[in-house]
């Protein structure tokens, strides 16, 4: 039951999906030579955050030097896994909220009582 035509043909099916296949690839310009991935200095910082402070230090640094859809993206992409993710994010927020409120209010109030 098996042709010429058929273990040829799989046996070209094979090779195409090997290294050997994507040699021939590029060769005949079907696909680009990949090119090392250049690490930026924002790459290596956001390295730098995932294996230093983790899932902690990210969620302490979204709400005050990335911006929150930002280091959502970044939890998503490192800790989707991670069923603390979202609380942690959310309670980060809500304490960088309530911090920002009592400093606020105790700025407002202290230059408040000042003036009059």
């Known amino acids: 039951m098996f042709t010429r035509a058929r273990s040829q043909r799989d046996i070209a099916g094979t090779a195409w999906r090997t290294p050997l296949g994507r040699e021939i690839r590029i060769q005949h310009g079907v696909e680009k030579p990949r090119q090392r991935k250049v690490f930026t200095r924002r790459n290596r910082w956001i390295i730098r955050i995932k294996h230093g ?10 709400p005050l030097v990335l911006t929150i859809p930002v280091g959502s993206i970044i939890a998503a992409r490192y800790f989707r896994h991670d069923r ?4 942690a994010l959310l309670s980060s ?10 400093f606020w209010n105790a700025v407002f109030n202290t230059a408040g009582s000042l003036v009059n």
């Open 84 to 87: 603390r993710t979202l609380p």
């Open 93 to 102: 927020v809500v304490i960088q909220a309530m911090a920002v409120s009592v």
């Open 53 to 62: 402070g983790g899932l902690k230090g990210l969620a302490v640094l979204t």
